[in-house]
């Protein structure tokens, strides 16, 4: 008698849950040279190829744009492309001075060191070696099967500056309880682009209120220099924020994963599809909530922090307009690199199947490419959010093994592939 297909997806979930492990211990022991030789040509080789394309920099191009215009005397806001505060305008200006033939070849080399410092901060905060093959051949891997990292590298979109700054901050927290340095690495990703202003949440859930001044004091006072050396500074709330809030126009709209743009795209009447995203969000905010309350006890906290702040940043991407693939870029070093824990996420099958629309060799039907791929990159957003708040509302018990040496009393070890912090830190939250 054949098994119930729930039976059997149980069962196949504990079998690569399983296999998982034995993964995870190889993909730790250290990578040799030959393999570090060739992750570092996969990821200069992308950085090549793009700089030779004739269509490189396009994002990165607004913002440099909007830096010679306020050299130039004007104000960078005319300008409605340029939806940043106006701190950025101040971060632009090295970037404006660089010729444009040097900075075809700085840029996309910038671009993968951000999500290269992103990944390896990511990896720490796990106490995953820096030297293993799962920290160099799992960055090589993710560039060449992520399609959004070769997007990102190639438009230079400043998002790989919060895809850095979210794994370092939250490093700065498990390691040495800094809270007001990481709300000064927040404070100043804001001001390059305020995609991390969500994240002021998990600072209201720790109650760390130095750490939250920092984030929202220096993006404030580097946008109120900006608004000082500019004129009609006032665009920005009259001009620029109007269209940003009401999701660009026709020309951001094939890329826009927010279920809020995808969803009338599919029939959907406008007012249902705002009510199911915020629904969603409501949900999510809750769930990071629940997450943060649950203490892990095991593993010094570093999985609740990462989860948390994770589920805080997906339920912002869920309401935003718009809201692009590149944007999964600020969680997902910190989900795949949890997967050395236990019960994490990237554990689950689930979790790779919600990114398969995402992999760049996979062939997908030509109405699913181009315009219409708002669609895949929606069903990874929605997806990767269900299953981190399903995760966060549904607690999984840990058995810790007693584990004994010579000479000093019974101890328990968290069952986990790589080491947590040392005691000291897991008093941190």
């Not at 404006?96 to 840029?107: D, E, F, I, N």
């Amino acid at each position: 008698m054949g098994l119930r297909p729930g039976i059997w997806l149980r069962q196949w979930d504990a079998r690569v849950r399983d296999s998982g492990s034995r993964l995870v211990d190889w993909l730790l022991r250290p990578a040799s040279l030959p393999w570090r030789l060739v992750s570092l040509a996969v990821v200069l080789g992308i950085c090549v190829s793009t700089s030779l394309r004739e269509n490189w920099g396009s994002d990165n191009a607004f913002v440099v744009k909007a830096a010679e215009t306020l050299l130039d005397g004007g104000s960078p806001y005319e300008d409605k492309r340029f939806l940043y505060l106006p701190s950025a305008v101040l971060m632009a200006v090295p970037e404006a001075l660089l010729p444009q033939t040097a900075l075809r070849w700085v840029l996309p080399v910038g671009m993968s060191g951000l999500l290269g410092i992103g990944w390896l901060a990511a990896l720490r905060l796990f106490s995953v070696p820096l030297r293993s093959r799962f920290a160099v051949v799992g960055f090589a891997v993710f560039a060449l099967a992520y399609k959004p990292y070769v997007n990102l590298v190639l438009i230079g979109n400043w998002t790989a500056i919060s895809a850095a700054a979210l794994p370092v901050a939250l490093l700065l927290v498990a390691r040495r309880r800094a809270w007001g340095a990481a709300g000064l690495v927040i404070g100043l990703a804001i001001a390059c682009k305020p995609m991390l202003v969500p994240l002021g949440v998990l600072f209201l859930f720790a109650r760390q209120w130095r750490g939250l001044a920092a984030a929202v004091l220096v993006p404030l006072g580097f946008s109120l220099a900006g608004a000082l050396l500019m004129p009609s500074p006032s665009l920005f709330f009259t001009k620029t924020l109007p269209f940003l809030l009401g999701g660009q126009d026709a020309y951001a709209l094939p890329w826009d994963a927010s279920p809020i743009a995808v969803l009338p795209r599919l029939g959907v009447p406008e007012p249902v599809a705002v009510a199911v995203a915020f629904a969603g969000a409501g949900a999510g905010l809750w769930a990071a909530w629940v997450r943060w309350r649950r203490p892990d006890g095991v593993d010094g906290g570093e999985l609740r922090l990462a989860e948390t702040a994770c589920m805080v940043m997906l339920t912002a991407f869920l309401v935003s307009r718009p809201s692009f693939d590149h944007y999964l870029l600020v969680v997902l070093p910190l989900l795949l690199a949890s997967a050395v824990r236990e019960g994490s996420m990237p554990r689950s099958p689930w979790f790779w199947l919600a990114l398969t629309p995402q992999v760049a060799l996979l062939p997908w039907p030509s109405e699913l490419a181009h315009k219409r791929r708002a669609f895949k990159d929606c069903a990874t957003l929605c997806g990767l959010a269900f299953l981190l708040a399903r995760r966060a509302l549904r607690p999984r018990r840990v058995t810790l093994e007693p584990v004994t040496t010579a000479g000093s009393p019974p101890r328990t070890e968290p069952e986990c592939a790589a080491k947590p912090a040392e005691s000291a830190s897991r008093t941190a939250f």
